[in-house]
């Protein structure tokens, strides 16, 4: 099996986000840049399929130079090759910009699955992967927690409002990974040195033949508004404060 | 030019959900300050009778297609109708809520139509004509203006957040042809496997009760199911108690979990890490019960205990009881 791992290089979950001061962007210093979670979680069950079925697998990233590292933790992991899309153009790009690129880069090679996140912990938009199926012509399975390969279809159980589906799909498709789909492997130091000598390949946008035309763009950044302070029922005794919290639901708040 | 202010309504089992309402809403108080109609699209099985309904909340016109090929969501035949009738009527706003099954069909929908959309966004205005949203990114840790630069410009608002609106207008319903027989179908639902536990799932609930770390075993979540069930609630946990094997995945509140806004949010000895409150922190109102005074959580309530849960919980339980013996 041919299997592609997109993967999206994020603030840790841990960074305290600061808004710079004019509402541009974030304040980048200080951030422990990771591979985004929900990606971690498409590598990996793209490894368990290519240790299960035989194959590769390739991992892509759209970003910057520092994106190399998220790239080279896939290969250590095990993957054998990367792509790293770096063009100035796509920094901050929409997501429909960013499926465009992912796809120009997808479309040559061949490919049964392609992993990507159900969303990245950054952005929280939760589209790319859907759109690059589009853009591929081939169908998704999104916010997916169990894959199963047979021959030429795969099985997945996706969690839904009050249950799950077992949806089942012909290849070749995009799965969004849910956490709960695998718990990924930790690094090893000779998988990391290994990792050194895989092939990452770079491109730009002109090299992958695409246009840069935003869909959409963030024209302010926002801190979240302030909480006003709450009250702060006293009392050491469990059945008064208990009775002032239920009558301040019922009589204050009005949810109960 | 592209004109009218565009929904997808969401119905299971013939039966709308109450988020497409608050998507009508969202849609009704655009399209009023751009002079234009708001039209829905309603696919379904069995479901012409239920369409009229949506004038009620707001819709001023709704396209209906019956068809058995809609009894079941899937992404193939879902996308191919919307983005059909879409592409015909050319609207200047299309929004979907950022449910389950929105979130699959509009980020679908942003590739056929190759459009923006912003997504599960929790305010929505109209600045020089166009749409702006906002939205939560880095999980709530601060938010987004997003303008989208092309039409239709797309949003899916998140569940629970946007007010419906009463109208007396009627909708005038409309049947189109989907033209779903050529779609080819690249996916199947095998198989439906339903929650039996009889409780509301944590994206809709109204009232959630959660426990955390301070639960401290699995065996205790008794205390929680217990006020649940008085309140009508349904039971959420943190990450460090699904982390723990206490409590399946699928109730898990926080930035790699559930994204939750009820009316009452319960946090049970929960310390409240930044990726739980991420989760939670559009609830209405926040109790946070922990014997820890210098927890997070309680920084972030309306309404803070501190002590010990297994002393406070019961109580509020109970306390609850008597208010439903006696009626009120």
């Keep these: ?202 491109k730009d946008a002109a090299a992958l033949g695409i246009s840069v035309d935003p869909k959409a763009k963030v024209t302010k950044m926002i801190p979240p508004p302030g909480t006003p302070p709450g009250k702060i029922i006293e009392g050491d005794d469990a059945s008064v404060t208990a009775a002032e919290l239920v009558r301040l639901l019922r009589e204050e708040a009005n949810v109960i | ?57 707001g819709v001023d016109r709704v396209y209906v297609a019956d068809d058995v090929a809609f009894e079941q969501y899937t992404t193939d035949v879902y996308s191919a109708a919307v983005a059909k009738l879409i592409k015909e009527n050319n609207p200047s706003i299309l929004l979907l809520a950022a449910s389950v099954q929105g979130k699959d069909l509009s980020s679908r929908l942003v590739g056929i139509l190759a459009t923006g959309m912003a997504s599960d966004c929790v305010d929505l205005k109209i600045v020089d004509g166009s749409l702006v949203a906002t939205r939560p990114v880095f999980a709530g840790k601060c938010y987004a203006e997003v303008t989208i630069l092309t039409t239709p410009q797309m949003a899916s608002l998140r569940p629970n957040l946007f007010p419906t609106v009463e109208n007396e207008k009627a909708a005038e319903v409309v049947k189109f042809d989907p033209a779903i027989d050529a779609v080819e179908l690249k996916t199947k639902v095998l198989e439906i496997q339903k929650d ?30 217990e006020l649940a069930d008085a309140l009508g609630a349904t039971v959420g946990a943190s990450r460090a108690a699904v982390d723990a094997g206490w409590r399946p995945q699928s109730d898990q509140v926080g930035q790699t979990g559930k994204i939750v806004s009820p009316n009452l949010y319960v946090a049970c000895g929960i310390s409240g890490a930044i990726q739980h409150l991420a989760g939670m922190s559009s609830s209405k109102c926040i109790v946070a019960i922990n014997k820890d005074p210098d927890a997070p959580i309680l920084g972030k309530a309306d309404y803070g205990i501190v002590d010990d849960l297994f002393k406070v919980v019961p109580e509020v339980t109970k306390e609850l009881k008597k208010l439903l013996e006696r009626g009120e």
């Design chain 1, 1 to 202: 099996m041919h299997i592609v791992a997109c993967v999206k290089q994020v603030p840790d979950s841990e960074t305290l986000i600061r808004v710079k001061p004019d509402g541009s962007g974030i304040e980048e210093d200080g951030i422990k840049w990771v591979m985004n979670p929900y990606d971690e979680f498409g590598v990996e069950e793209a490894l368990r399929l290519k240790e299960k079925h035989g194959g590769d697998v390739t991992v892509i990233s759209v970003g910057p130079a520092r994106v190399v590292d998220t790239i080279r933790t896939a290969l250590a992991m095990g993957a054998e090759k990367g792509i790293h899309i770096d063009d100035p153009a796509l920094e901050g790009a929409d997501a429909y910009t960013t499926a465009t690129a992912l796809a120009a880069s997808i479309k040559d090679i061949p490919c049964d699955i392609i992993f990507c996140g159900q969303r990245a912990i950054d952005d929280d938009s939760g589209q790319v992967g859907s759109i690059l199926a589009e853009l591929l012509n081939i169908p998704q399975l999104t916010i997916v927690t169990k894959v199963d390969v047979e021959d030429k279809t795969v099985k997945v159980i996706k969690p839904v409002e009050g249950g799950q589906l077992l949806i089942e799909s012909s290849l070749p498709c995009v799965i969004t990974a849910q956490k709960g789909l695998n718990e990924p492997r930790y690094t090893s130091l000779p998988g990391i040195m290994k990792a050194k000598k895989k092939p990452v390949d770079v």
């Design chain 2, 1 to 57: 030019m592209a004109k009218g202010v565009w929904l997808v309504a969401e119905q299971r089992d013939g039966a709308f959900r109450k988020v497409s309402f608050e998507v009508a809403g969202a849609a009704r108080k655009l399209a009023d300050e751009l002079g234009e109609e708001v039209c829905a699209i309603l696919l379904g099985h069995d479901i012409e009778g239920i369409a009229g309904e949506l004038g009620k909340y």
């Design chain 2, 196 to 225: 039996t536990s009889g409780r509301v799932d944590l994206t809709e609930a109204d009232i959630i009760v959660s426990g955390g770390r301070g639960m401290k075993g699995p065996e205790n979540y008794n205390v929680i199911e």
